[in-house]
């Protein structure tokens, strides 16, 4: 129990893995952990929702409508759809097939922009604005912030585009790509939640 | 481990500090992302807001040393005591921790940096200018003033018409990024980076109890953050989260809060019970005694904590059942504080305690820690909260915990962990009398108070009558505090005196086992010229000499060795066993985390003046800011 002696040190050489145990890498674990942290927001704000809606004696409130379904679920599926691509473009840079990267990840980004106009579409077409009573703030606040993961996962697939157009993506380097596909199917995923609760939910009475 | 062979120490490498060293002057001090720089001024930034909030504390205690006394008006001591408990919860106790965690946990797991060296500095750029942000509060006379939980409608915009409670909502929804992001860092860190052969059961219970710690904050932040924000959106934009005439509902705010608040309590309370089981057995001259049941408590603890927020909100009128549920569940956690409370007992009992002043600190956290339990026990009974809830009974439980509880395990750890950090030993003789003036004035402030609680003296209240039996025990009280503060005095004058005088710390000053005192003192930059190679649980007291890894010819092994501290990089590895995997470029000082985290205040400080423009140009970079990062994510 005393200080190491200076004199010598004792050196081992630690055995390198075998080619299977690689595990994940530094940046999907660091994503991984924020997803956990954005998810519990939004079951925070579906909580509130669904606290609200037991501490109302109507909801949505006398003279609110339930949300319209029709265009809304047209646009889900627009939205879960945009996984798709997403998963043959991983598939493809996996195998080093550029091609498949660079298509997958456009196709992915024009859904998931067509999912974001419509949403604004469906802002400037709402009968509330989000001041004028409970219903009307969780509704647009919890959309609200989808929509801007939906514009941030957005941002991200253009910087990961840039990447793969420039090249600097290879079949056995494509972190920021595994990074943004974790991403995106967050977003896609946390939308199942949000549209069942605030766009099915209502018309359950 | 295929095989280790002995040779001769090589010369001290000083082209390494060359490699490794920050910027000079300036822009170095902006730009450092070095994990060691950042929890040196994370510890040293949260003793300055320690220092400002316990001076407010004096300040209240002399306004209530006798009987309707007019040192602060009203108004003045709202603000007080809202500056107050937010400035100790959000401003030092959360963020000391985090900053012993910077310090400590890289060196204690045997690697060079943190998994994401400028996220680190961002999160604590992000710190400091909430800090800043919240106390410039004052220089528009606005102080918050709707008590450190800000219950609604108190805070809503029809009763607290001014600036103040925008000040308290933005400034905790803004430093909540700084912990979140924080704690992944430290849950990425231990997992991919451990020396190798570092397995979970091989980790140093702080190491555990950080990560538990990091688990929490990732899960109870957002509840608080939401707390705030919804509450600022009904502030500043007029939503009606928590207004009832629309719908709204003030007790969804209680719920907010507390979902985060009750497991806020033990992400204080995990790391400062981690550290207490690094210091007891180094100066009780033994391991820790039932090492898995410490850590299994501390899991368990993270878990239970997040059913049991309910027990601040006893006296809402909730239906029985649910009363009853979190009642029981508040009773269960003691089970697992308890389980440590007796494998430190255990752990002297069976060894040689040594009496120095990080040991006293320890002991006398023992004693207010087990008081304060007891009277959470005591609240956890409904019949006992409804009669003692918002009187000074809970002042006394919540500072016994998170003064005594917190505060003392801190002190423990700087009189510990200083002479590594600074190269310079403390004063015993210093730390013992600092000790003793912080324990007596500790309970003499502390405990009456539980007294005056029982006499019906409620908590908040700026003065009282004479004749209602208080004057006496509240005089006691502010005594006490004052030489609570005293004592703190003392540890702040040691550390000065330390600093320009100590004598010079050897490398491992109290023989303890961990792999932070294989390094000098003060560590080197790079922490580790090679990586040490862990076969036990205490690689300092069982392996000697400390064996360290050599550079490998692959990716993987490369970077243990002095090569890999050459090449500026750190080993990745993986599993539980620790297994190398690859190798991990450790990023160039960079001014960006500053200039990102300044945004980010501007985006806020936008949203305090209602300014749009500023809003939108503090958010635009803040995109800016997301996308450069994934641009630079390292493909390999």
């Known amino acids: ?205 | 481990m295929a095989t280790t062979e002995v040779r001769p120490a090589a010369e001290e490498p000083e082209h390494l500090e060359e490699i490794w060293e920050d910027d000079p002057g300036v822009p170095g001090f902006f730009s450092t992302i070095d994990h060691k720089r950042i929890g040196k001024r994370y510890i040293y930034t949260c003793f300055v807001f320690f220092a400002v909030g316990g001076i407010m504390a004096l300040v209240m205690r002399l306004q209530l040393a006798g009987s309707e006394h007019t040192v602060l008006s009203p108004s003045a001591y709202n603000e007080l005591f809202t500056v107050h408990g937010t400035t100790m919860i959000f401003l030092f106790n959360t963020p000391v921790l985090a900053g012993f965690g910077n310090y400590l946990l890289p060196m204690m797991i045997g690697t060079r940096d943190m998994a994401f060296p400028r996220l680190n500095a961002f999160s604590y750029w992000i710190f400091v200018l909430a800090g800043i942000f919240f106390y410039s509060s004052f220089l528009v006379d606005s102080a918050p003033d709707g008590g450190w939980f800000a219950y609604t409608p108190l805070t809503d915009k029809a009763y607290s018409a001014g600036l103040n409670l925008d000040f308290w909502g933005l400034g905790v929804a803004f430093v909540g990024i700084s912990t979140t992001v924080g704690a992944v860092n430290f849950i990425v860190t231990t997992f991919k980076m451990r020396a190798p052969g570092m397995s979970l059961n091989r980790l140093p219970i702080y190491v555990w109890s950080m990560l538990v710690f990091s688990f929490m904050v990732i899960f109870a932040v957002p509840a608080v953050t939401l707390a705030a924000g919804l509450l600022e959106l009904d502030r500043l934009f007029g939503t009606a989260f928590f207004v009832p005439k629309a719908g709204g509902s003030t007790l969804l705010y209680q719920h907010l809060f507390w979902f985060w608040g009750h497991p806020e309590v033990y992400i204080l309370f995990v790391p400062a019970a981690g550290m207490i089981s690094m210091i007891i057995p180094v100066f009780s001259r033994r391991p820790l005694a039932g090492y898995l049941w410490v850590a299994a408590s501390l899991v368990a603890i993270g878990f239970i904590s997040f059913g049991v927020w309910v027990h601040h909100m006893f006296a809402t009128g909730m239906p029985a059942l649910a009363l009853s549920f979190f009642a029981a569940v508040s009773l269960i956690i003691a089970i697992p504080s308890g389980v440590q409370f007796f494998a430190w007992i255990a752990t002297m009992w069976h060894g040689t305690v040594r009496f120095t002043t990080p040991m006293l600190f320890a002991l006398g956290f023992l004693l207010v820690f087990l008081l304060g339990g007891i009277t959470g026990v005591m609240v956890a009974v409904l019949p006992f909260d409804w009669q003692a809830t918002d009187s000074y009974f809970i002042v006394a439980h919540l500072h016994y915990v998170l003064n005594g509880a917190v505060v003392f395990p801190i002190f423990a750890a700087l009189y510990f962990w200083l002479p590594k950090i600074t190269g310079r030993m403390l004063n015993e003789r210093l730390g013992h009398t600092s000790f003793w003036t912080m324990f007596i004035g500790f309970n003499l402030a502390f405990f009456p108070m539980h007294i005056l609680g029982f006499l019906g003296m409620p908590r908040r209240i700026y003065t009282y009558s004479s004749g209602l039996g208080w004057d006496a025990l509240n005089l006691v009280v502010t005594l006490g505090s004052f030489a609570f503060g005293l004592g703190v005095l003392l540890t702040i004058i040691n550390m000065a005196v330390s600093h320009f005088r100590g004598a010079r710390a050897p490398d491992n000053p109290w023989e303890a086992d961990t792999l932070e005192w294989a390094t000098s003192s003060p560590p080197p930059d790079y922490n580790f010229e090679a990586v040490p190679v862990v076969a036990s649980r205490h690689p300092l007291w069982d392996q000697q000499p400390l064996p360290v890894a050599d550079s490998g010819p692959d990716d993987a092994t490369r970077a243990f060795g002095p090569a890999g501290a050459h090449e500026h990089t750190t080993p990745i590895t993986g599993g539980l066993r620790a297994a190398p995997e690859t190798t991990m470029r450790i990023p160039e000082p960079t001014i960006l985390p500053f200039v990102f985290a300044a945004g980010l205040a501007v985006f806020v400080v936008g949203l305090l003046a209602q300014a749009l423009v500023v809003g939108v140009a503090g958010l635009a970079l803040g995109m800016v800011g997301l996308a450069w990062w994934v641009w630079r994510i390292g493909e390999h």
């Open chain 1, 1 to 205: 129990m005393t200080a190491t002696s200076p004199q010598t040190i004792q050196t081992v050489i630690v055995a390198p893995p075998s080619a299977r145990s690689r595990g994940r890498s530094v940046g999907w674990w660091g994503i991984v952990v924020v997803i956990a942290t954005e998810g519990t927001i939004f079951l925070g704000l579906l909580s509130t929702y669904f606290f609200l809606r037991a501490s109302s004696p109507r909801w949505p409130p006398a003279g609110v409508a339930a949300p319209e379904l029709p265009l809304i679920s047209v646009f889900t599926v627009v939205l879960l759809a945009s996984s798709l691509p997403i998963f043959w473009a991983e598939a493809g840079i996996a195998r080093g097939q550029q091609g498949r990267l660079r298509a997958g990840l456009l196709v992915s980004f024009l859904l998931g922009a067509a999912f974001l106009g419509n949403q604004i579409y469906e802002y400037n077409h709402l009968e509330f604005g989000w001041t004028d009573h409970a219903y009307a703030s969780i509704f647009w606040t919890t959309t609200g912030l989808h929509g801007l993961h939906v514009l941030g996962g957005l941002l991200i697939s253009l910087v990961v585009q840039a990447k793969a157009w420039s090249g600097k993506l290879s079949a056995e380097h494509h972190e920021s790509m595994q990074v943004f596909s974790l991403y995106w199917h967050f977003v896609d995923a946390v939308w199942i939640f949000v549209f069942s609760s605030l766009y099915l939910s209502p018309h359950l009475q």
